[in-house]
């Protein structure tokens, strides 16, 4: 206690209102007070709500502190205490921008106040913005050189939309807050990491953007924001990997040792408790904040809840993967992995689909000038994740004539792909203009019949390439009609970027970016309804940054 106390991040934005906004922090003590000041003369005070984060850990994996490497320090999950404060700052008037900080006092009456930010309500229609879309940082190495020259070309954006995968493991709090490595998350987004990037032999040092101190957050959850099943030993890392169906661990629940179904539920098949604790996010649905819409200005937002745990496509024995159990778990189900089953249902009928009917037919959708959907779970890429289809898995159990199992295999039948057979027609009817989404790693863009955008622009820190031409995505030989090796499975071709594309080595022009040495990031501007992407070579950190595609939400 007898050092100066420091502020885990800086404050970040939530929330906004036509009057207020939300500033929230994180603290590694409890405190006696926090407050935020604002106004132009920061005369004005307001105080701040606690809470405890309930299941943020470090463990052997984790690069925090003193450990550099694994189990160097931690041999096992190791809870860490961290407070989150929000304060709701109101009586704010549309398109004034005011100046804050906050403020921690610690149990010893020591103070510390972060630097001086600015905030604003919810934009009125019609104000112009500029609008970051990003998705899947994931402390990969280029992140913050990504984040960096977002400032560095656009300025201040007015907004973030971010598609998912935010960190690897959410309950690793060094992802979230300082990882040693220094590119966690809320470093990368404020400007405050320290992320050295190596390339051609030479060293370069990246902070990130100040970006979230003055711009408000709209997350998607991704797969890496779901934690699997929990435990005291196995490291955060399997625990993540071991999501486990909800409807099965209730076949299983028989009052375990007096522990209430919901709970024993939640650590016994996945949760999204860290990422809800850390965020405050718009709650009129019936999934809370996990799937929500909001208006920025000219744009209605629709953030939906598509993803599923990432599963090995390895046809191999020893694997627990998309389309098959490890043969060494036939008769042990609890180990089984279910392939990669939807942890939100969104098909036709389900709760989340009748939101989003509602939603689409609501005055707010139907009067907005850009109609913009965000989930996690591509609809259209030419990225690996998109196979094998977004639909529950089929399960098939081989025995032989004794009963005895000999495999367990899943299938996942194209026509059944909801966000293709349901979640599309639906966006169709209601003339949305721009789907944003993630998961692959690259940036690519297409353009349905309808006239919907289709933007993937995840290639923020490293790629794992484009399934096009000679490089096939790795699918089962079987049930070919299903599981597409490369191009669109669902049928669009990729847009040839309209500016300045990158070229093959035939000199033809490539319509991806899957590079990692190229980062790539996205702006909504909505003064002229476009959407432009840059790209900046890594290789050469004094190299500009290239503009190399924009289309614009106005087009029939």
């Not at 003193?66 to 704010?92: C, D, F, G, K, S």
């Not at 959410?170 to 807050?177: G, I, K, L, T």
């Not at 598509?306 to 998309?322: Q, T």
């Not at 639909?391 to 098939?396: F, G, K």
Request: aromatic share 10%; glycine share 6%; proline share 7%.
């Amino acid at each position: 206690m007898s050092s100066q106390p420091q502020l885990l991040t800086d404050p970040f934005l939530q929330l906004p209102t036509e009057n207020s906004i939300r500033v929230v922090w994180f603290t590694e003590f409890p405190g006696s007070r926090h407050t935020v000041t604002f106004g132009y003369d920061l005369d004005k005070i307001v105080s701040a709500n606690t809470i405890k984060l309930s299941r943020t850990r470090e463990d052997q994996k984790s690069k925090f502190g003193e450990q550099t490497e694994e189990n160097q320090v931690y041999q096992q999950p190791v809870v860490r205490n961290i407070w989150r404060h929000e304060a709701e700052i109101t009586n704010l008037i549309p398109g004034k921008r005011v100046p804050y900080r906050v403020t921690s006092e610690r149990e010893d009456g020591k103070i510390v106040s972060s630097k001086i930010f600015t905030l604003a309500p919810q934009p009125l229609a019609g104000t112009a913005l500029k609008i970051l879309l990003t998705s899947d940082h994931q402390l990969m190495p280029m992140t913050a050189a990504n984040l960096q020259k977002v400032t560095e070309i656009i300025g201040r954006v007015d907004a973030v939309f971010f598609a998912g995968d935010l960190v690897n493991v959410a309950d690793r709090a060094s992802e979230w807050f300082d990882d040693n490595r220094g590119n966690a998350f809320f470093p990368c987004l404020q400007g405050k990491a320290h992320s050295k990037l190596e390339k051609n032999g030479r060293s370069t040092i990246y902070k990130g953007g100040e970006i979230i101190q003055h711009a408000p957050l709209f997350p998607a959850i991704g797969n890496h924001e779901v934690m699997g099943r929990f435990s005291l030993e196995t490291n955060l890392s399997e625990q993540f990997n071991d999501s486990f169906p909800r409807e099965r661990a209730k076949q299983i629940y028989q009052n375990k040792a007096g522990i209430p179904e919901e709970l024993w539920l939640k650590d016994y098949s996945f949760n999204t408790d860290t990422y809800e604790e850390i965020f405050t996010l718009p709650n009129h649905s019936a999934g809370g904040e996990k799937y929500y819409a909001i208006t920025i200005g000219d744009v209605r937002l629709v953030v939906l809840l598509a993803a599923c745990p990432w599963r090995s496509p390895s046809l191999a024995s020893n694997i627990r993967g998309k389309y098959r159990e490890s043969d060494r778990d036939l008769n042990n189900p609890a180990n089984w992995g279910y392939g990669q089953h939807i942890f939100e249902p969104i098909h036709q009928g389900s709760i989340q689909y009748q939101w989003l009917e509602k939603e689409l037919n609501s005055p707010e959708f139907q009067k907005a000038k850009y109609k913009v959907v965000m989930l996690h779970h591509p609809l259209h890429t030419l990225g690996d994740n998109i196979v094998p289809p977004f639909t529950d898995p089929v399960q098939i159990i081989d025995r032989d004539e004794t009963g005895n199992i000999k495999s367990v295999r899943y299938e996942y039948p194209k026509e059944k792909d909801y966000l293709i057979r349901d979640i599309e027609p639906l966006l169709n009817a209601a003339k949305v203009q721009l789907v944003f989404f993630g998961h692959c790693h690259l940036w690519n863009r297409f353009v349905n019949s309808s006239g919907i955008n289709f933007l993937e622009t995840s290639n923020v820190g490293n790629s794992y390439g484009a399934a096009l031409g000679n490089n096939k995505r790795p699918v089962p030989d079987s049930n070919s009609e299903d599981y597409a090796p490369t191009g669109d499975p669902n049928g669009l071709e990729p847009i040839i970027p309209a500016i300045v594309p990158l070229v093959n080595e035939n000199n033809q022009p490539m319509p991806y970016i899957a590079s990692n040495d190229i980062t790539v990031f996205s702006i909504l501007d909505t003064a002229t309804g476009t959407v432009s992407s840059y790209r900046f070579d890594t290789r050469e950190p004094n190299s500009p940054v290239i503009q190399f595609d924009e289309f614009s939400l106005n087009k029939s």
